[in-house]
């Protein structure tokens, strides 16, 4: 029977790996689709400065804000459409 050599191994290792972070990043925006955008908001607005109250700007300046804020949470689309429907209520 042909030895399994460590560079085998170490192929075998990464691929499960790389299995378990797809997996993992299934489970991740399973996560992400069931929170309100109010969630979203409470966990990602604050995290640089006080969380804006919904009622101290219009929608137009929401969905301006959200994406200015968008690039410095770091969120996804997704996240921000939520967050900023959530806001201009
Ligand atoms: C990584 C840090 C960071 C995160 C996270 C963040 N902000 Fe900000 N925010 C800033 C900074 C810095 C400023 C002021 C400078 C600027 O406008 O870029 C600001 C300014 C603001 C302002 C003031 C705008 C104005 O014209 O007075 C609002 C409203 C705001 N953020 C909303 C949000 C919302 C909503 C979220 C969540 C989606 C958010 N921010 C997440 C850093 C952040």
Same mark, same amino acid.
Do not use: Y
């Given at each position: 029977?042909?030895?399994?050599?460590?560079?085998?191994?170490?192929?075998?290792?990464?691929? *499960?790996? &790389?299995? $378990?972070?797809?997996?993992?990043? =299934?489970?991740?925006?399973?996560?992400?689709?069931?929170? @309100?955008? *109010?969630? &979203?908001? $409470?966990?990602?607005?604050?995290? =640089?400065?006080?969380?804006?109250?919904?009622?101290?700007? @219009?929608?137009?300046?929401?969905?301006?804000?959200?994406?200015?804020?968008?690039?410095?949470?770091?969120?996804?689309?997704?996240?921000?459409?939520?967050?900023?429907?959530?806001?201009?209520?």
């Amino acid at each position: 029977m042909k030895k399994i050599n460590n560079k085998t191994w170490i192929m075998i290792a990464a691929s *499960a790996i &790389l299995v $378990a972070i797809a997996i993992n990043g =299934c489970v991740e925006s399973k996560l992400v689709a069931a929170k @309100s955008g *109010a969630q &979203l908001w $409470a966990e990602n607005c604050q995290r =640089c400065h006080n969380t804006p109250s919904p009622n101290s700007f @219009s929608h137009e300046q929401w969905a301006t804000i959200g994406l200015h804020m968008q690039t410095r949470a770091q969120l996804t689309d997704k996240e921000r459409e939520k967050i900023v429907a959530f806001l201009s209520q």
